[in-house]
């Protein structure tokens, strides 16, 4: 049951604990790896990490905030904010396109209650049926 749900454009081991998640949870699945230009430099292209396209039209746009692409120091030994700044005018220019921009990070998991809760607020429409149709399938019931 769970091969059935692989998806081998999950860049990470990350993306798909947070695909498990919704798929748990009775969330949309969303699609991966999708590609924008940049409504400032169409040269330049941006791949995020889960899309849904809403019912009402709406698009939602999902990036996982690892701490890795921040780590980055520069040559003397301190921390660069060359990372930060260039997420944030990613996320802007994102925005542009006219979709929300929702952004997870891995401790959300710990507290899948208020991460449900976050994903109602974005506008993410939650089948609860769907998952308890999972659980059943998971724990044989």
């Known amino acids: 049951m769970i091969a059935s749900y692989a998806d081998g454009l999950s860049e990470n081991g990350g993306e798909s604990r947070f695909r498990a998640f919704f798929i748990a949870y009775g969330f949309p699945v969303p699609e991966l790896q999708v590609e924008f230009r940049d409504p400032l430099d169409p040269s330049q292209v941006f791949r995020v990490d889960y899309f849904w396209r809403l019912e009402d039209e709406t698009c939602v746009i999902g990036e996982l905030d690892g701490k890795g692409k921040y780590a980055l120091q520069n040559g003397e030994g301190r921390e660069s904010v060359d990372p930060f700044v260039a997420e944030r005018q990613r996320e802007s220019h994102l925005t542009m396109l006219g979709h929300k921009v929702l952004r997870f990070t891995f401790d959300e998991l710990k507290n899948p209650?208020?991460?449900?809760?976050?994903?109602?607020?974005?506008?993410i429409p939650r089948r609860p049926d769907l998952a308890e149709e999972w659980r059943r399938q998971w724990y044989g019931r």
């Open 113 to 123: 209650g208020k991460l449900v809760e976050k994903m109602r607020l974005a506008g």
